[in-house]
């Protein structure tokens, strides 16, 4: 369990610092004034200061910040972050979760590379399903409107469907082909009735460009949750933090399987992107809050006070911080009563 603590604190620190430094290297890049850039929380273990910016070790392995003139307020200084355009600043507040999401693609890239790839191309029609009108070799492009690359995708487009006759369109022998499949109703959902062809041993171009529908699939899987919790389809109950986490890098590290360590990049991969997409989310107190702020601004050609903007914020941290409190007790609940 330690080793699981250690591993799963620090894959979420480094998560947190290249979310930070992405916003520190674009801000540098527009000119912004950064004071610091800070690996770790807490008291300070020893600083460096390199140009105009203090970087620095803090006790705490939990995350980072950078530190910009004129980020909490008002300043004169015509460096100042907000001073800058008002797309830079757009940019600067969505570089971190963009390196978030970029990391969690690099990670899919290289579990593709050791892993078979599933495509969303038909290998065989298993007999039970001898009625589909699919074929071996078809390959779905769109499945109820939606595009499909992978198996996943197909997966998604299915569990979302509410008929049991859905719309897929696949290219067979050099053409595009419009179909009416029906689902197979089963314990474990609806089915399509077929068995996709993996690539064995995909090159590193394949991977990487494989890699990019992975990260997609889990993006629009994030954007969906958050749509069902909304809108009252999902419970919070269903969300994990940081203890649930821990418990399945524990599980997954005690299993003994040969592709424990794949399982385990898969796992934080899954999380650099919902981190990622997660802070971009409208809501103060995240990056995407201070992006609505710039673009309130915009539209409305008056910035927004420092003091009005600094209450929302601390409103909604507030709100967060409880949520992810609910979040931690229910996991430890959870381990406790399995």
């Known amino acids: 369990m330690i080793f699981s603590v250690v591993l ?27 004071h610091e850039f800070s690996v770790g929380m807490g008291p300070k273990l020893f600083s460096v200061k390199k140009g105009e910016t203090a970087y620095t070790l803090r006790l705490l ?88 690359h992978t198996r996943n995708d197909v997966s ?23 179909l009416r499949a029906r689902l197979y109703k089963t314990d474990y959902g609806p089915l399509l009735g077929v068995v996709f062809k993996p690539i064995e041993n995909p090159s590193v171009f394949t991977s990487a460009r494989y890699a990019l529908y992975d990260t997609a699939y889990v993006v629009k899987a994030v954007v969906f949750a958050v749509r069902d919790l909304i809108v009252g389809r999902q419970s919070v109950d269903s969300l994990s933090g940081p203890v649930e986490i821990v418990s399945v890098v524990d599980t997954v590290a005690e299993s003994g399987a040969k592709n424990t360590w794949l399982i385990l990049m898969d796992i934080f991969a899954l999380i650099a992107v919902n981190l990622g997409v997660f802070n971009l989310l409208p809501v103060p107190g995240l990056d995407g809050g201070q992006m609505l702020f710039v673009i309130i601004e ?12 600094g209450t929302i914020n601390l409103v909604f941290f507030a709100l967060l911080a409880v949520l992810a409190a609910y979040v931690t007790f229910g996991d430890v609940m959870g381990i406790i009563n399995k």
């Open 298 to 309: 915009k539209i409305t050609g008056k910035k927004i006070k420092p003091e009005v903007a």
């Open 61 to 148: 392995p939990i995350g980072g910040y950078v530190s910009m003139e004129g980020e909490q307020g008002d300043s004169d200084n015509p460096r100042a972050f907000g001073n800058l355009a008002w797309w830079k600043r757009l940019v600067v507040l969505a570089a971190g979760a963009v390196i978030n999401v970029a990391v969690g693609w690099a990670l899919f890239a290289v579990i593709n590379c050791f892993e078979p790839i599933v495509p969303a191309v038909v290998d065989y029609v298993p007999e039970q399903y001898e009625g589909s009108v699919f074929k071996a070799g078809d390959e779905l492009l769109r499945v109820n409107g939606s595009a499909v």
């Open 156 to 178: 998604m487009s299915v569990s979302m469907a509410e008929d049991d006759v859905i719309d897929v369109l696949v290219r067979r022998g050099g053409e595009r082909l419009p």
């Open 8 to 34: 799963t604190l620090l894959a979420l620190s480094f998560m947190v610092v290249v979310h930070e430094l992405g916003h520190m290297l674009t801000a540098k890049r527009f000119g912004a004034l950064v």
